[in-house]
C-alpha cells in the first residue's frame, strides 16, 4: 500500500515542477511588463511637458504680433509669416503612442518654422527702437526667453526618458516581452546645428 502511494505521489511531482515554472515565467513577465509600462508612462509625461512649453511659446505669438503691429503695421509680410508658421505648428499633434521618427520630424519641422519666423520678426524689430522700449514688449520678450530656455530643458527631459525607455526594451530577454505587448521603440528630438545653446531672443 505504501510502495503504492509513493508511486502516485511520484506521478505528480513533475506536473508540479511545471506548474511552478509556468508561475514563476508568469511572475516574471508580468514584473518585466510593469516596468516597461512605468517607463513608457514617464516618457508620455516627459511629452506632455514638452508640449506644455510649445504651447506656452506659441500662446505669447497673438500679444507679441499684436504689439510689433503697433509699431511696424506695414511690416505686414513678415508678421503674416509668423502668425502663419503659429498655425501650422500648433496644427501638428502628436499621439505619445505613435512618438515615432516620422511624427517627431513632422512636429520638429513645424516648431522650427516657427522660430525661424521669430527670428525674422527679431530682425525687424532692430529697426524699432521705440517697440524695444515698450513696457509690454519687454515683457513679452522676457517672457519668450524664459520659455526658450523651458524648451531646451524639456526636450533635454524627453530625449532621456525615451533613451532609458528604448535600453530597458531592447535588452534580452525583455525585448521579447516588448515584442510580445507591443512596445515599441521611441524616437528622439535630433539635434540641430547649434541646438546645444539656448536661442538667444533678442530685440
Known sequence: MAKSSSSGCLKWVPLLVIVGILIIL????????????????????SWAQVENVYQRRSDL???????????????????EGVIKARAEATSVKIDPSNLNAESLQKFQAAQDGLSSSLSKLMVVVERYPDLKANTNFLELQGQLEETENLIAVERKRFNETA??????IR???????????????KAYFEAAEGADKVPEVKF
Request: no cysteine; charged share 25%.
Open 163 to 168: 533613451r532609458e525607455y528604448n535600453t530597458y
Open 61 to 79: 505669438i497673438p500679444n507679441l504680433v499684436a504689439t510689433v503691429k503697433g509699431y511696424a503695421a506695414h511690416e505686414k509680410e513678415t508678421l
Open 171 to 185: 535588452k534580452f530577454p525583455k525585448n521579447i516581452v516588448a515584442g510580445l505587448f507591443g512596445f515599441d521603440k
Open 26 to 45: 508568469s511572475i516574471w513577465v508580468m514584473n518585466m511588463f510593469n516596468k516597461m509600462v512605468s517607463h513608457e508612462e514617464t516618457v508620455n509625461e
